[in-house]
């Protein structure tokens, strides 16, 4: 893996983690925005909306503020995460927009699995599930490469892991 797919790689887990968990579920929380001449609605607020800025702003689409609020900046920066994606670019992250960022969390997965499996980490099938495997076999990755054991491949996994491959420590299995 080069540099700049492991902190994809990053990225994209944080996005796995913060919206449908390792293996979660198929619900989707939609979130639509709705103005018409007549009338003007406040934006929706809460903390759906503080999740999916935070998750924007990891995967650098967002840089507004973290505030909960479905405004401007926020509808602007799902157009342009969904252009990304390859979806319908109207700014309402729904469930088009969710299973496309999660298929892209899976292939990415696939990759942390397939690279695991090369430096002798992970048996289990390749399948892009962020399974309690792939959380062992990285625990036991970061435990090997003195960083913080808590299963998710973070920045300090990423940059550890890098490091390890360039200088030899480690080796494909």
Same mark, same amino acid.
């Given at each position: 893996?080069?540099?700049?797919?492991?902190? !994809?790689?990053?990225?994209?887990?944080?996005?796995?983690? !913060? !919206?449908?968990?390792? $293996?979660?579920?198929?619900?989707?929380?939609?979130?639509?925005?709705?103005?018409?001449?007549?009338?003007? =609605?406040?934006?929706?607020?809460?903390?759906?909306?503080?999740?999916? =800025?935070?998750?924007?702003?990891?995967?650098?689409?967002?840089?507004?503020?973290?505030?909960?609020? @479905?405004?401007?900046?926020?509808?602007?920066?799902?157009?342009?995460?969904?252009?990304?994606?390859?979806?319908?670019?109207?700014?309402?992250? $729904?469930?088009?927009?969710?299973?496309?960022?999660?298929?892209?969390?899976? @292939?990415?997965?696939?990759?942390? =699995?397939?690279?695991?499996?090369? @430096?002798?980490?992970?048996?289990?099938?390749?399948?892009?599930?962020?399974?309690?495997?792939?959380?062992?076999?990285?625990?036991?990755? =970061?435990?090997?490469?003195?960083?913080?054991?808590? $299963?998710?491949?973070?920045?300090?996994?990423?940059?550890?892991?890098?490091?390890?491959?360039?200088?030899?420590?480690?080796?494909?299995?």
């Amino acid at each position: 893996m080069t540099p700049r797919s492991l902190a !994809l790689v990053v990225a994209v887990c944080a996005v796995v983690a !913060l !919206l449908a968990g390792c $293996g979660g579920d198929d619900s989707t929380t939609t979130v639509t925005v709705t103005t018409t001449a007549a009338e003007s =609605q406040a934006p929706p607020t809460g903390p759906a909306v503080a999740e999916l =800025q935070q998750v924007m702003t990891t995967l650098g689409y967002y840089s507004g503020p973290i505030d909960g609020v @479905y405004g401007d900046e926020t509808t602007a920066a799902v157009k342009e995460m969904q252009t990304a994606l390859g979806v319908t670019a109207d700014g309402i992250y $729904g469930k088009e927009t969710h299973a496309a960022l999660k298929d892209k969390a899976s @292939y990415i997965t696939v990759q942390i =699995q397939t690279a695991l499996s090369k @430096y002798g980490y992970y048996t289990g099938d390749i399948d892009g599930t962020y399974g309690s495997e792939t959380v062992a076999a990285v625990k036991k990755l =970061q435990t090997d490469l003195g960083v913080t054991a808590d $299963g998710r491949f973070g920045p300090e996994t990423a940059a550890a892991f890098n490091e390890a491959v360039a200088s030899g420590e480690l080796k494909p299995a």
